[in-house]
């Protein structure tokens, strides 16, 4: 069964550094999305994306966030300047529409650690 | 966005059938249930989903309540790796993609 598959599965990074997260969703799938999930907490949406536009962010996903679809495989999260509140589990998910009724299929993460 | 409320924890035992409730009095008419879980050091995963009638897939059953206040996750037979925690989510139509919001959940544990 396709896969979203995540890289790395832990980022160690300085506070203050950049730090890009890489994903790959399922190939057929049009739309694309970052959740974070703290230690302990709730998982957390960021942000969606469809036909290489930004379609909705939450308050989360300020300035210092940005996504990408580089080429036809990858999706990006890149976060600028880093802070030590950002360390979290940050995943990517696909699905095939935006529709509600289409299922989100999630990585297994990203675990950034600030230092 | 309409809110769901599910309890905290749940315990079953092997083999034996888990019933996860989650209370929506608020969804409209046009909401989704969608339903999700979480094992440790994973990613959430999507179970199963539903508008108006019961639902059945290969993991799981959908219950809806005729009203759509409520729905009910059926696992018809606990194993150990079901533990994970369930999250009850209601998706709203909208122009373009679909956030999940996701509260607590229900941690499921499962006794061998």
């Known amino acids: 069964e396709p896969e979203v598959t995540q890289t790395p599965s832990h980022q160690v990074t300085q506070m203050g550094q950049e730090v890009i997260l890489r994903c790959v969703p399922i190939?057929?799938?049009?739309?694309f999305y970052w959740y974070r999930q703290i230690l302990g907490q709730k998982v957390e949406f960021l942000v969606s994306f469809y036909n290489n536009e930004i379609s909705e962010k939450s308050e989360i996903f300020d300035d210092q966030f940005s996504v990408e679809r580089p080429d036809g495989s990858n999706f990006t999260l890149k976060i600028r300047s880093t802070k030590l509140e950002d360390s979290a589990m940050y995943f990517c998910a696909s699905s095939r529409s935006g529709g509600v009724n289409q299922p989100q299929h999630f990585g297994d993460g990203t675990r950034l650690s600030i230092l | 966005d309409a809110k769901t409320t599910q309890p905290n924890s749940m315990e079953s035992n092997e083999e034996e059938p888990v019933h996860l409730p989650c209370n929506h009095s608020t969804i409209s008419g046009t909401d989704y249930i969608h339903w999700y879980r979480q094992l440790p050091s994973q990613g959430p995963e999507y179970v199963i989903h539903?508008?108006?009638s019961n639902v059945n897939n290969r993991m799981a059953s959908l219950a809806i309540a005729e009203d759509r206040k409520s729905s009910t996750l059926i696992l018809h037979r606990a194993t150990l790796r079901d533990a994970a925690v369930y999250y009850c989510?209601?998706?709203?139509?909208?122009?373009?993609?679909?956030?999940?919001?996701f509260g607590g959940g229900t941690r499921v544990l499962v006794k061998p």
């Open positions: 989510i209601l998706c709203m139509i909208k122009a373009a993609g679909n956030k999940l919001t």
């Open positions: 190939s057929n799938h049009l739309y």
């Open positions: 539903g508008l108006t």
